[in-house]
């Protein structure tokens, strides 16, 4: 089955900085790869997600890139914010098709702490 | 906001015992997913069903694991008997349908067995 890993468990930034997260995934069928953030208490919130024909997708602050060749995709987020402090996910879907019927195989997390 | 409601959202239990939760989807998506996620790691996919069919619950442990949607509406997870090694957040989501579709999270029930 698919397996995700996700780099850096933990992160820690000055506010205004940039945090970059990094994720490989095993599939190379996968074609859908959205991210979570996860606040304290609560359920994980889709923040950005890309599709596996494209490449780069923006979002205000946020970014997602994706590396089919090399089966790895990266979140970006610019200017950060205290208030961008929380625990991210990446994720990995095959999508439509066969028997998967969109279920996630999501990385460990990532920790980020955004400091004032 | 449409939002997808989970109850209780704490349990404790003692081990042997049985344990039940419960989900309610946005209203009109049709796939509802339950996931474990244990402390400082990522949600795992226990089940997901497709209106009231289970179409993927290859990680249930179905000898103390059972789960149903009678409706394809709201669903049950249940647990029993409770083990240990249960503790954990049972994360419900739902979405419109399985594929590119944006899976909305509940809030969790954070199940503490002792």
């Known amino acids: 089955g698919e397996n995700v890993e996700q780099h850096p468990s933990t992160l820690s930034v000055q506010e205004g900085d940039s945090a970059v997260i990094k994720c490989t995934y095993s599939d190379s069928a996968s074609n859908y790869f959205p991210w979570y953030k996860q606040e304290l208490g609560k359920g994980p919130q889709l923040i950005i997600d890309i599709r596996s024909n494209v490449g780069e997708k923006k979002d205000q602050r946020i970014a997602v890139t994706l590396n089919k060749t090399a089966k790895h995709f990266s979140l970006h987020i610019t200017e950060t914010q205290p208030e961008d402090s929380a625990v991210y996910f990446c994720a990995a879907s095959l999508g439509a098709g066969g028997t998967s019927y969109g279920k996630l195989t999501f990385g460990q997390g990532t920790i980020l702490t955004v400091h004032p | 906001e449409a939002e997808v409601a989970q109850s209780p959202r704490y349990k404790i239990t003692e081990k042997s015992q049985a344990v039940a939760f419960w989900c309610d989807p946005i209203s009109g998506h049709a796939t509802l997913y339950w996931y474990r996620q244990i402390l400082g790691q990522g949600p795992e996919l226990l089940v997901q069903?497709?209106?009231?069919?289970?179409?993927?619950d290859s990680q249930l442990p179905k000898d103390r694991f059972s789960a149903e949607r009678l409706k394809g509406v709201d669903s049950t997870l249940k647990i029993q008997p409770a083990e240990l090694g249960d503790s954990a957040m049972y994360l419900c989501a739902s979405s419109f349908s399985g594929a590119y579709n944006e899976q909305f999270f509940g809030p969790g029930t954070r199940l503490t067995v002792l």
């Open positions: 069903f497709q209106d009231e069919s289970v179409v993927d």
